[in-house]
């Protein structure tokens, strides 16, 4: 049973645009989220995380925004830039346990 | 700069042949992890190791086994590789218990044919 969901496998944004990439998740006890970003040929690198008592992280031109009741977080990279194409992993952890991974949405800003 | 290092990029391995892919690290962290990466499946982890001889089944282990005889290396073994074991495989290792600071390695591709 999938706990991490990121319905979207692909996105497509114009350079400059906003990117915003979406995750919901399904166990409640989660109150740990991360994003994490992958290149072809690379490991995974960590992007930006928000705990459950919070409901927005910010760092540069990444937000991540988290709504506790809908079960829902999204990440909005703003201004999107050509080196923001690459895989984007959502992943959620419990009770300072390991990392639950999603599938993935593959992003590609176009010039 | 801290490291998880993957023996090998590629690999090509026959049917029912054993398999062992490497991983080492030279962070001195505790927790090691072995994923591996699918088309449409995303992450999904197999083994992980909380300390030097420890193992736990991650949510795939069917068909794998795993060794830490030395904190800094983890190995994950294919004791009988089939078709269906073709992916990507991810190491990584953390220093502290919880979701916080996960290094992952390049990756080994692995095809079995």
């Known amino acids: 049973d999938q706990q991490v969901k990121q319905n979207s496998p692909s996105l497509s944004v114009q350079e400059g645009r906003i990117s915003i990439l979406n995750c919901d998740y399904t166990?409640?006890?989660?109150?740990?989220f991360l994003w994490y970003k992958k290149y072809p040929a690379e490991g995974p690198t960590f992007l930006i995380s928000i705990s459950s008592i919070k409901d927005k992280n910010e760092d540069g031109r990444f937000t991540v925004f988290l709504n506790k009741s809908a079960k829902h977080l999204s990440l909005h990279i703003v201004p999107s830039q050509p080196g923001d194409s690459a895989v984007y992993f959502c992943a959620a952890s419990e009770d300072n346990d390991k990392i639950i991974f999603g599938k993935g949405t593959r992003l590609h800003i176009l010039p | 700069d801290v490291k998880v290092t993957q023996s090998s990029r590629y690999l090509v391995k026959r049917t029912g042949e054993k398999v062992f892919l490497e991983c080492v690290q030279d962070m001195d962290h505790e927790n090691m992890f072995w994923y591996r990466q699918d088309p449409g499946l995303g992450l999904r982890l197999i083994y992980f190791?909380?300390?030097?001889?420890?193992?736990e089944k991650g949510d795939i282990p069917e068909g794998y086994s795993v060794s830490r005889e030395k904190k800094e290396r983890f190995s994950l073994i294919l004791e009988s590789a089939s078709t269906n074991q073709t992916s990507m495989y991810l190491c990584?290792?953390?220093?502290?218990?919880?979701?916080?600071?996960?290094?992952f390695g390049s990756g080994t591709r692995l095809t079995v044919v």
């Open positions: 190791s909380y300390d030097v001889k420890m193992k």
């Open positions: 990584a290792s953390s220093g502290r218990r919880g979701p916080y600071g996960y290094t």
């Open positions: 166990n409640s006890m989660f109150d740990y």
